[in-house]
């Protein structure tokens, strides 16, 4: 592992920086949060750690999950020469990615890019839900029930799935919140 006190001329060992420049590192398993706010409290390093905010089926309902969008991977911009040991080190930090003796940095337009597609606390919200989408009801009587979303009902936040039911396919009115689009989450 390359060390932040390495003399100039050390050749490909270091990134040709002049300035701070994104890193991508990886936490601790399931500590992407936690790596982000404790870098987050030392000078000088920004943390960006996007997440995506999804629906998730329970026997009670649908719960709201929160996750990393790149699971175990966060990306921080700090100093590579000065600040390498302090982010390497920091609790919740696996290791900064790194090939080798090549320690590859992320463009900032990249950062850019995926700060552009998320909402506000670099939250994702998934719940865009259309006509044909399948479905699964979350809590009460059809809990689990696979259905597919016929019409989206306007002002109601209300849809209309169409179910089979007792051997007939059946048309009902459902609640937003009581439905979760298949295929989502781990």
């Not at 969008?69 to 696996?94: C, E, I, M, Q």
Request: glycine share 10%; aromatic share 8%.
């Amino acid at each position: 592992m390359a060390k932040s006190d390495r003399s100039q001329g050390a050749g490909e060992d270091e990134p040709c920086l002049a300035a701070p420049a994104w890193f991508c590192l990886r936490s601790q398993p399931r500590h992407e949060e936690i790596a982000a706010r404790q870098l987050a409290q030392l000078e000088d390093i920004q943390v960006f750690n996007p997440r995506i905010k999804f629906a998730r089926p329970t026997r009670h309902g649908v719960i709201w999950m929160v996750e990393s969008l790149f699971p175990n991977y966060l990306f921080a911009r700090f100093d590579w020469k000065t600040s390498l040991n302090r982010v390497h080190y920091s609790p919740g930090v696996g290791g900064i990615v790194h090939f080798g003796n090549k320690w590859p940095t992320v463009p900032d337009s990249v950062i850019e890019d995926l700060r552009a597609g998320l909402g506000p606390d670099e939250v994702h919200v998934i719940k865009d839900i259309a006509p044909g989408d399948t479905v699964r009801i979350a809590g009460g009587t059809f809990d689990n029930l696979k259905v597919i979303v016929t019409q989206l009902v306007p002002g109601k936040d209300r849809v209309l799935v169409l179910m089979d039911f007792l051997g007939r396919q059946t048309t009902v009115e459902v609640g937003l919140n009581s439905i979760v689009k298949c295929g989502l989450g781990r």
